[in-house]
T-cell receptor, first 119, second 111 residues
Framework: NAGVMQNPRHLVRRRGQEARLRCSPM?????VYWYRQLPEEGLKFMVY????????ESGMPKERFSAEFPKEGPSILRIQQVVRGDSAAYFC?????????????????FGPGTRLTVL | GQQLNQSPQSMFIQEGEDVSMNCTSS?????WLWYKQDPGEGPVLLIA?????ELTSNGRLTAQFGITRKDSFLNISASIPSDVGIYFC???????????FGTGTRLQVTL
């Protein structure tokens, strides 16, 4: 039973380029969350999506960042015109939502992350 | 915004020792979670707590949900070298919503 998959694991971009980060949730999970982690810090929530819907984007920067979770295919976190401050590890997590019979089954399970470096 | 403070920030212990770390918040949470993160990897869920006062174990790990709903602690008994890593607490206020992560406790185990 594959876990959350993210690709690429490492991504290098020059300032001004676009970065696309992909996340495939665990089988049967319909909720996806994106978090950002700076070195030596905890994870910071960015956005919460269900299929074709953005539920909570309170942690997303107002400009240059967008996320989607289409009906088919992985969730995408897109960063336009990257700057050096965007360098971080970006983690995706998935959960089945509230449909599980056990509370612990509804928890978020994390992928291995994408490490973005902006030169 | 909500903040979770973890202490200690880092600790060096010897193999076989017990470890205790805690997490405090200025806000109330209705779920507390503990994750472990190894270098270059994503966080792995260790324990989930859903009721104030709840005490839950997972092998050598024991965690408690504080009765004020503003704190939680994690104990690791008889530490082993593979316990090395960063331990994060996380809190949630809804049933299917964002997690607020703590600042992390870095654990190093010496032989």
């Amino acid at each position: 039973n594959a876990g959350v998959m993210q690709n690429p694991r490492h991504l290098v971009r020059r300032r001004g380029q676009e970065a696309r980060l992909r996340c495939s949730p665990m089988k049967g999970h319909s909720h996806v969350y994106w978090y950002r982690q700076l070195p030596e810090e905890g994870l910071k929530f960015m956005v919460y999506l269900q299929k074709e819907n953005i539920i909570d984007e309170s942690g997303m920067p107002k400009e240059r960042f967008s996320a989607e979770f289409p009906k088919e295919g992985p969730s995408i976190l897109r960063i336009q015109q990257v700057v050096r401050g965007d360098s971080a590890a970006y983690f995706c997590a998935s959960s089945p939502g509230t449909s599980g019979s056990r509370l612990s089954y509804n928890e978020q399970f994390f992928g291995p992350g994408t490490r973005l470096t902006v030169l | 915004g909500q903040q979770l403070n973890q202490s200690p920030q880092s600790m060096f212990i010897q193999e076989g020792e017990d470890v205790s770390m805690n997490c405090t918040s200025s806000s109330i949470f209705n779920t507390w979670l503990w994750y472990k993160q190894d270098p270059g990897e994503g966080p792995v869920l260790l324990i989930a707590l859903y009721k104030a006062g709840e005490l839950t174990s997972n092998g050598r790990l024991t965690a408690q949900f504080g009765i004020t709903r503003k704190d939680s602690f994690l104990n690791i008994s008889a530490s082993i070298p593979s316990d090395v890593g960063i331990y994060f607490c996380a809190g949630r206020t809804g049933t299917a919503s964002k997690l607020t992560f703590g600042t992390g406790t870095r654990l190093q185990v010496t032989l």
